[in-house]
C-alpha cells in the first residue's frame, strides 16, 4: 500500500523556519510531480509548491516565494519543504500529494492520485 508520510511540522516564532519531509512508502520508483498544499480550518486546500521529478523544475504560490524552497532526494523518494521567514499567515496544516502522471493544472487538487495526512505548523508572534 503506497502512503506519504510527512513531518517536521510544529511550531515556531514569526520569522523563523521550519522544514518538513514527505517520505513514500510502499513504492519504489519515483513519482511524475509531487507538491505541497496547505490548508487552515475551514478554508479549501491551497496550492503551495511542486515538484517535476523529472528535471526537478518547481512551482511555487505567489505567498511563498522567496521564502519557501521544494526539494526532494531522489534516493530517498522523498519530498522537502523548507520554509524560511515564516509569519502567521503560514498557520496551517500541511499536506504532499502526488501524482503519477502529468499535471496541467498544479494548484488542482484533483491533479494529485495521493495525499499524506497532514503535519500542523504553527507560527507565533
Known amino acids: 500500500q503506497v502512503q506519504l508520510i510527512e513531518s517536521g511540522g510544529g511550531l515556531v516564532q514569526a520569522g523563523g523556519s521550519l522544514r518538513l519531509s514527505c517520505a513514500t512508502s510502499?513504492?519504489?520508483?519515483?513519482?511524475?510531480?509531487m507538491a505541497w498544499f496547505r490548508r487552515a480550518p475551514g478554508k479549501e486546500r491551497e496550492f503551495v509548491a511542486a515538484m517535476r521529478w523529472s528535471g526537478g523544475i518547481t512551482y511555487y504560490a505567489d505567498s511563498v516565494k522567496g521564502r519557501f524552497t521544494i526539494s526532494r532526494n531522489n534516493a530517498k523518494n522523498t519530498l522537502y519543504l523548507q520554509m524560511n521567514s515564516l509569519n502567521a499567515e503560514d498557520t496551517d496544516a500541511y499536506y504532499c500529494a502526488a501524482s503519477n502522471g502529468a499535471v496541467g493544472n498544479w494548484g488542482r487538487i484533483t491533479e494529485y492520485d495521493y495525499w499524506g495526512q497532514g503535519t500542523r505548523v504553527t507560527v507565533s508572534e
Open positions: 510502499g513504492r519504489t520508483f519515483s513519482w511524475y510531480a
